[in-house]
């Protein structure tokens, strides 16, 4: 099995509910996270709006799909990279997003973040270190 | 398409998820495990209440393996586990459960 | 171990194209197709940010689309290929992996 597992990063660069592209991503993540490969996501750009704590949709008639960003963990997403550049352009820091979290049943559940803030070199470098690379 | 819970009528898809999530009661499920041949216990309900709490909390009903290991994590292996969780709900744990918990089919099932 | 980049947005639309040129490495390829063929012609906006650029990383554009919204080969930035069908093909099996800036 293990020589069959590949780098995939999911790269998102869009704001989360002008466009059906955030939405489409998270699904993918899920769905392709069956598949036990290495799996990375990338918030650059407007992408970062989609991890902001706070986000309420009741009066637009859409789903809120903040909270299922919590769920990555569960299915072994736990590398959820965000660009620091792109926070700071928009005005944002890390504190400006959800707390996301994951278990590690290796180290008695323990809580462990999912989240790393990286700068636009680190981004670059990631990319370049992918077998396949989504983009959203 | 619908089902009737004393008297009430509640609209389901052509697979028996219900349309309208706030429809939910326990008086439903009971109805809708009655169409699907499922007689619910303690262990049935701890399965439907874990997917309802857990599709509060994030949205989204859980693919089968992350709901069989969350209930191995909360109920133990005995009845946290694959076989286990198929002798409650022949027809899938994440699909057959889901639908008696008033949840939308889970993502990636077909 | 070098990467195709794809940005289909006219870059007065979108920064897509000035996001992809900052994460590019050198030796990757720029390929700019559909409405990001406006992001190669001279004199614009962008042009300066492409041109610092040019000598670590590939431009391309393909020549149909270029062609196809009618932008003079003469208005082209200095230092831009162009490539047909088979050239993007070409890049796509010649790079280790692709990644679209949509």
């Not at chain 1, 991890?51 to 963990?73: H, M, Y």
Request: net charge negative; glycine share 8%; hydrophobic share 40%.
């Amino acid at each position: 099995m293990s020589e069959d597992i590949k780098k995939f990063l999911y790269v998102n660069r869009k704001a989360p509910y002008g466009t059906i592209y955030a939405l489409e991503s998270l699904e993918v993540v899920l769905i392709g996270a069956a598949f036990d490969q290495d799996v990375s996501l990338a918030f650059l750009d407007d992408g970062v709006f989609q991890l902001t704590k706070g986000q309420d949709t009741k009066e637009i008639g859409v789903k809120n799909f903040s909270p299922t960003f919590r769920a990555l963990g569960d299915y072994e997403v736990t590398k959820l990279f965000v660009e620091r550049e792109s926070l700071d352009e928009r005005g944002l820091s890390a504190d400006d997003l959800q707390d996301i979290v994951w278990e590690d049943e290796d180290d008695d559940y323990a809580e462990k973040p999912s989240i790393r803030i990286i700068s636009r070199a680190e981004m670059a470098d990631i990319m370049a270190d992918q077998d396949v690379i989504l983009s959203f | 398409m619908s089902y009737d819970v004393n008297g009430t009528t509640v609209e389901h898809d052509e697979e028996g998820y219900i349309t309208n999530l706030g429809d939910w009661t326990e008086d439903l499920a009971n109805v809708i495990a009655t169409a699907e041949e499922v007689d619910m216990n303690d262990e049935h309900w701890a399965v439907v209440n874990f997917l309802r709490e857990y599709y509060e909390e994030y949205q989204i009903a859980p693919a089968v393996r992350v709901l069989i290991k969350s209930i191995k994590k909360s109920m133990g292996p005995e009845i946290g586990n694959n076989k286990y969780m198929y002798e409650l709900f022949p027809y899938g744990p994440a699909k057959q459960a889901c639908k008696i918990a008033g949840l939308p089919k889970p993502t990636g099932c077909v | 171990m070098a990467t195709l980049h794809t940005v289909n947005k006219s870059p007065f639309a979108t920064g897509a194209l000035l996001s992809c040129i900052a994460h590019a490495k050198d030796g990757d390829t720029v390929l700019m197709i559909e409405d990001g063929v406006y992001g190669a012609s001279s004199g614009t906006n962008v042009s300066d940010a492409l041109t610092a650029r040019a000598g670590s990383v590939t431009l391309c554009v393909l020549g149909p689309d270029f062609a196809a919204r009618g932008l003079a080969t003469d208005r082209m930035l200095d230092g831009i290929k162009s490539v047909d069908y088979a050239g993007f093909v070409e890049l796509a099996a010649s790079n280790d992996r692709t990644q679209a800036w949509l």
